[in-house]
């Protein structure tokens, strides 16, 4: 999802947020924040270099579970005790075909 939606999104469950450990996994790193503060200046970080989010996988009392979308992560909130979320910050590639085979040069 584009960063405008994600932040949307952690507003919507910014009550359920506080005291979970949220962490941002990027191609090179993973980063946990224990503050809503520094999650919020991460975001905004990855959101200067393009990127996009998902959710990764929410840790339970149950176990690890997953979520596709924000209701799913609020029902998992809802249902039993959440330690931890982790999102992934992404660069959504764009797959044109008509470039692609340009790349390959002239066909003859």
Aim: hydrophobic letters at 35%; glycine letters at 6%.
């Amino acid at each position: 999802m584009k960063a405008s939606e994600f932040k949307i999104g952690i507003k919507e469950l910014k009550k359920y947020l506080h005291g979970v450990t949220l962490s941002i996994q990027t191609k090179y790193s993973i980063c946990p924040y224990k503050t809503l503060n520094a999650f919020g200046h991460e975001v905004l970080n990855q959101e200067s270099f393009g990127k996009s989010f998902s959710i990764q996988s929410v840790w339970t009392s149950e176990g690890i579970k997953s979520a596709n979308t924000f209701q799913d992560l609020l029902n998992l909130f809802k249902s039993s005790t959440v330690t931890g979320v982790r999102f992934n910050a992404y660069v959504e590639e764009a797959y044109d075909e008509c470039s692609y085979i340009r790349s390959w040069g002239r066909l003859d």
